[in-house]
């Protein structure tokens, strides 16, 4: 999968292990690798459809934030991203196919 980050603090979180680190501690620094790492290996957003989802438990949000996708991190956190071309299928698993490209936004509690 295609994966861009816009923000560029997030992106050298993303792509600096030391920075990574630094700002969010060994154990999440370690989650937020294996979770881009999974991302990148994808061939589509739908390697994650449940039940393949796993432990990222891979789910659109809902409400405001329709169209933004979560997947786990360490509890309450989150790896926050969106598709960079919406979908344009009805059938949510051919929607989830058809994400091939993404666009990471944050990392946060979406609970909060």
Same mark, same amino acid.
Request: aromatic share 8%; charged share 30%.
């Given at each position: 999968?295609?994966?861009?980050? *816009?923000? %560029?603090?997030?992106?050298?979180?993303?792509?600096?292990? !030391? !920075?990574?680190?630094?700002?969010? $501690?060994?154990?999440?620094? %370690?989650?937020? !690798? &294996?979770?881009?790492?999974?991302?990148?290996?994808?061939? *589509? +957003?739908?390697?994650? /459809?449940?039940?393949? *989802? $796993?432990?990222?438990?891979?789910?659109? &949000?809902?409400?405001?934030?329709? $169209?933004?996708?979560?997947?786990? +991190?360490?509890?309450?956190?989150? &790896? &926050?991203?969106?598709?960079?071309?919406?979908?344009?299928? !009805?059938?949510?698993?051919?929607? /989830? %196919?058809?994400?091939?490209?993404?666009?990471?936004? $944050?990392?946060?509690?979406?609970?909060?």
């Amino acid at each position: 999968m295609d994966i861009s980050i *816009s923000d %560029k603090r997030l992106r050298k979180v993303a792509n600096d292990p !030391a !920075a990574r680190q630094r700002e969010y $501690g060994v154990n999440m620094a %370690k989650k937020i !690798a &294996l979770r881009l790492a999974g991302l990148y290996a994808a061939d *589509s +957003l739908a390697d994650f /459809w449940p039940p393949n *989802s $796993g432990p990222e438990r891979c789910h659109e &949000l809902k409400g405001d934030c329709k $169209g933004t996708f979560s997947v786990d +991190l360490n509890q309450p956190y989150r &790896l &926050l991203f969106r598709a960079t071309k919406e979908p344009n299928v !009805a059938d949510e698993q051919e929607q /989830w %196919k058809s994400i091939t490209s993404i666009d990471i936004t $944050g990392i946060e509690d979406t609970h909060g």
